[in-house]
């Protein structure tokens, strides 16, 4: 008779077993978008996750969430996200990618300048070109503007489709102007002061 219920229970445990579901790793699913792009010196907001797991249910209180976006600074940032349930399985981390770029990035590239300036003085053409900060938004890099030179570059700064060069002093001369920027070309109008002044107009079309 104890050999029959032993076999019983043995049948039973069995079966529950066989009836009992898998436990396999949770799964996160992203809230909002895989990719997002920021502007230079705006916040990142966190979205969140949820997860799910076959046993538990829901966990996404659970989940762990790590990685830092520098909103100051232009680069390619990851935020992950990883859980485990009660029985320690682990689900597959989660990233989001998280660029922060600098707006004026539309005018990255090679210029060729052709300067028109009051009075005697005469400016030939020569080419120039332009990079973004990586700290400032809307502030592009000059690399040449008349006769300034690659290492003392002018600094302007981007207002729609206007560009503001403020004033600064570039070697022995002091720059300042402001342009208006044409589908991907420029003209800037430009004071430049250091033993004569100079007022000229320079378009610039884009290489």
């Known amino acids: 008779m ?3 219920t032993g076999l019983a229970f043995a049948v039973i445990a069995l079966v529950m077993m066989a009836c009992r579901k898998k436990d396999i790793q949770p799964v996160i699913k992203l809230n909002g978008a895989k990719e997002v792009t920021l502007s230079l010196g705006e916040s ?4 969140g996750a949820s997860a799910m797991d076959n ?7 659970d989940i762990l969430i790590s990685g830092v976006v520098n909103k100051n600074k232009v680069g390619e940032y990851r935020v992950f996200y990883d859980v485990e349930d009660q029985e320690g399985n682990q689900a597959a981390t989660a990233i989001r990618f998280v660029n922060v770029v ?3 990035d539309f005018m990255i590239g090679t ?6 300036c009051t009075g005697t003085m005469t400016a030939g053409q020569y080419h120039t070109s332009i990079r973004t900060s990586l700290t400032q938004n809307n502030e592009i890099i000059i690399r040449r503007v008349l006769f300034t030179v690659e290492d003392e570059p002018v600094i302007g700064k981007i207002s729609g489709n206007d560009i503001i060069i403020p004033s600064q002093e570039i070697g022995d001369h002091t720059v300042s102007g402001s ?3 044409i589908d991907n070309d420029f003209i800037l109008n430009v004071t430049m002061d250091g033993g004569m002044t100079y007022d000229c107009t320079i378009n610039h079309i884009k290489q």
């Open 2 to 4: 104890k050999l029959k």
């Open 55 to 61: 046993r538990d249910g829901d966990i996404s209180d």
């Open 102 to 104: 600098n707006d004026a």
């Open 179 to 181: 342009g208006t920027i």
């Open 111 to 116: 210029y060729e300048a052709t300067p028109t």
């Open 44 to 47: 990142y907001v966190e979205a």
